[in-house]
Nanobody, 122 residues
Framework: QVQLEESGGGSVQAGGSLRLSCAPS????????MSWYRQAPGKEREFVSS???????TYADSVKGRFTISRDNAKKTVYMQMNSLKPEDTAMYYC????????????????WGQGTLVTVSS
């Protein structure tokens, strides 16, 4: 079972920055497509950004130009740098993977991290 661990959440004022990290604690010799989602209180979970194994990135319109997703393959870690944070960015942030590459083969992996809380005050 794939397990993901996030870190880096916290409380900042509007305009501030945070960097989230996500790394697998299992299947550590595999490579993963990775996404970030977020869920604000009373709202549905929504897509934020993704990066595939080749480094191709996508972003929700609401975060384009402010958030940057990247990966360090040596550290098996995916990062999301969040700049110019707004109060509406306040949410629980989750990383997710749905595909891994292990030993030359691709496998489906529907796994979520436990979430890390980001709070942005005005």
């Amino acid at each position: 079972q794939v397990q993901l661990e996030e870190s880096g959440g916290g409380s900042v004022q509007a305009g501030g920055s945070l960097r989230l990290s996500c790394a697998p604690s299992t299947y550590i010799y595999c490579k993963f497509d990775m996404s970030w989602y977020r869920q604000a209180p009373g709202k549905e979970r929504e897509f934020v950004s993704s990066i595939d194994m080749d480094g191709t990135t996508t972003y929700a319109d609401s975060v384009k130009g402010r958030f940057t997703i990247s990966r360090d393959n040596a550290k098996k870690t995916v990062y999301m740098q969040m700049n110019s944070l707004k109060p509406e960015d306040t949410a629980m942030y989750y990383c997710k993977t749905d595909r891994r590459l292990c030993g030359g083969g691709y496998f489906l992996s529907d796994a979520w991290g436990q979430g890390t809380l980001v709070t942005v005050s005005s």
